[in-house]
């Protein structure tokens, strides 16, 4: 499913399955597979209340030893129902990982009610993982007595290049010139990733005489949260506002080698997340898997893997003139880019699905052996 949790679901289950495990995927009729070894398992009743009853008669025919709900509090059509999908999976634990605790921008009725329910699910799993650190210290106060994880994603996306790859060519094709400086975005459009800001700062250095593309990499929506499309054509009648419309190339919805061609042949990525730089981010992982240099803003909470002006260039959140004077220096200093480029390429092990994998199984290992004791 396009979007940085499918994504992050088809590589643990392909990651998985290398060492040695069996993974079964329950999903929607969106689902697909390109890994014959990952069987799907689509769901039809929209994930009502009958799903839970699904989702365990599933799992007792395939006599599974575990199951792990990936969640968010955009997805499953933002139904209320699987949230008691602990309930329903007595006789099995159940691991849930979360991967953003936040709700989406004007969320419907996004009150008391839906912390509850969201409290409640963590409470009422066998265990839980979270994918970063912010997440981390709140389920470590909603549910203190359930064993927790903290686990990184890792990249959304694979750094195949397409097969001939020529980053000159590349460029040219989508209107970018030798002497132009490319910034790429990269991800879905919503309110949290400072898509503004980033337009402003672009038109600023354009103002002051710096020949600069923008590329916006990536579909525009993706499948979970439905107010990302309002949000998006937003942006739409904001680069016309500033005059940007020959100045940006949006690429859609595109597979993992474009993908990964676009991040190579751009100059610098910029990710001026509203929210500051954090695991929960695939775009960030995906970038930093690709050894880019990354103009990104300055985390809410300690992070020690990321370090300002060695992996990473770290601005304030919502300042233009920070991002613009940033990527100002990166455009006429290349040697602090190739520092960055090369910061980033030792960052990616830490990431690497390999261990990602690995610390997943060890966790559902040991929770498994809990709920027999």
């Known amino acids: 499913m396009q979007g940085g949790i499918g994504a992050h679901c088809r590589e643990l289950a392909r990651a998985l399955t290398d060492i040695g495990h069996t993974v079964l995927v329950y999903t929607d009729q969106r689902g697909q597979s390109d890994d014959s070894r990952v069987r799907l398992t689509a769901d039809t009743g929209n994930w009502r209340w009958r799903s839970l009853r699904a989702i365990n008669d599933w799992a007792e025919r395939e006599k599974l030893d575990g199951v792990n709900l990936h969640y968010q509090t955009a997805m499953y059509q933002m139904s209320p129902f699987i949230h008691f999908l602990p309930d329903a999976l007595r006789a099995m634990p159940m691991v849930t990982t979360f991967h953003d605790l936040r709700f989406p921008y004007l969320f419907p009725k996004a009150g008391g009610l839906r912390t509850w329910m969201v409290n409640r699910l963590a409470r009422a799993s066998a265990g839980v993982i979270s994918t970063n650190h912010e997440d981390t210290v709140a389920l470590t106060q909603i549910c203190p007595n359930v064993p927790l994880k903290l686990i990184p994603i890792g990249s959304s996306i694979r ?125 960030l992982m995906a970038v930093i898997a690709h050894g880019c240099a990354t103009v990104t803003t300055v985390p809410t909470v300690s992070i020690p893997a990321f370090r300002d002006g060695e992996n990473l260039s770290l601005v304030p959140p919502g300042n233009v003139t920070a991002l613009t004077d940033a990527l100002r220096e990166l455009a006429e200093n290349p040697a602090q880019s190739g520092r960055l480029r090369a910061g980033a390429s030792e960052l990616r092990r830490v990431f690497d699905w390999s261990h990602i994998a690995q610390a997943n199984a060890d966790f559902f290992a040991q929770i498994a052996e809990r709920k027999r004791r």
């Open 159 to 283: 750094t195949d290049l397409p097969y001939g790859f020529d980053a000159t060519a590349w460029r040219a094709e989508r209107g970018a010139a030798r002497t132009d400086f490319v910034v790429a975005h990269f991800g879905f459009m919503n309110h949290s990733k400072g898509v503004e800001i980033l337009l402003q700062a672009v038109a600023d250095l354009r103002g002051s005489g710096l020949p600069v593309k923008l590329w916006m990499i990536g579909g525009r929506t993706g499948t979970s949260d439905p107010t990302n499309a309002a949000f998006a054509a937003g942006i739409d009648t904001l680069i016309e506002s500033l005059s940007l419309t020959d100045s940006v190339h949006g690429s859609g919805f595109v597979d993992d080698p474009a993908a990964s061609a676009y991040l190579t042949a751009a100059d610098v990525v910029a990710l001026p997340f509203l929210d500051g730089a954090s695991y929960r981010r695939s775009s």
